[in-house]
């Protein structure tokens, strides 16, 4: 393996939250020859400097979840359990699954003893979240509703949403605000009657 390539990508893994797409590698690596640029990768790969996760991405060992799912759907926003546990909502956090939302075509990546799912929801109901470090989060919230929504659908979770969700933690006029945007009559007395708003 080269190791100026290595030392490459570890110059900048930091910056890069250990995520690569293969972008990304081609401009780090300045190679412009498509044979020669896969056997460098390759190389990293075998070195265990980098992995893969999907085609087009890479990870280091060391990486950061929610960037990753950025990466690979830039339209979509971190939520449910994974949003919960962050504020304090929920006591389980999930520790082999994130998942997200967005308003394009549902996909579910499977690699590395991961899943990330994005689920599909309708345009108008993207809303509620904001960017850090370059990971859209929903907050609270819409995550809490995001919750309920989905579980309607069928969507099962490693926490039971009647006695494990705190809603002592949430803000219900922010609740109010965001459930009257849910076109679902049913939705709306479900999701009321589960976080005890008037």
């Known amino acids: 393996m ?4 290595a030392g490459r990508v570890e110059a900048v893994r930091a910056a890069q939250r250990g995520v690569f797409t293969k972008t990304d590698l081609q401009v780090l690596l300045g190679e412009r020859h498509p044979a020669a640029f896969t056997r460098r990768i390759q190389a990293l790969v075998r070195a265990g400097v980098l992995r893969r996760f999907v085609r087009g991405i890479y990870v280091h060992s060391e990486f950061d979840m929610p960037t990753l799912s950025q990466r690979l759907a830039a339209d979509s926003y971190i939520s449910f359990g ?3 546990a962050r504020h304090l909502v929920i ?13 394009g075509r549902a996909h579910v990546y499977r690699s590395l003893d991961l899943e990330i799912a994005h689920l599909h929801i309708a ?14 989060w929903a907050d609270a919230e819409k995550a809490a509703l995001d919750t309920l929504y989905f579980h309607l659908r069928g969507r099962r979770y490693p926490f039971d949403i009647y006695s494990d969700i ?17 076109r679902n009559p049913k939705f709306a007395t479900f999701a009321r009657g589960v976080l005890e708003l008037a």
């Not at 080269?2 to 390539?5: F, G, I, L």
């Not at 006591?91 to 699954?97: I, M, N």
């Not at 705190?166 to 849910?182: M, P």
Request: aromatic content about 6%.
């Open 166 to 182: 705190d809603i002592a933690r949430l803000d219900k006029a922010r609740l109010t605000a965001y459930l009257s945007r849910f």
């Open 123 to 136: 345009p108008h109901l993207d809303f509620g979240h904001s960017v850090e470090n370059g990971v859209r």
């Open 91 to 103: 006591g389980t956090r999930p520790e082999h699954q994130l998942l997200a939302a967005k308003p």
């Open 2 to 5: 080269n190791m100026e390539d």
């Open 82 to 84: 994974n949003v919960l």
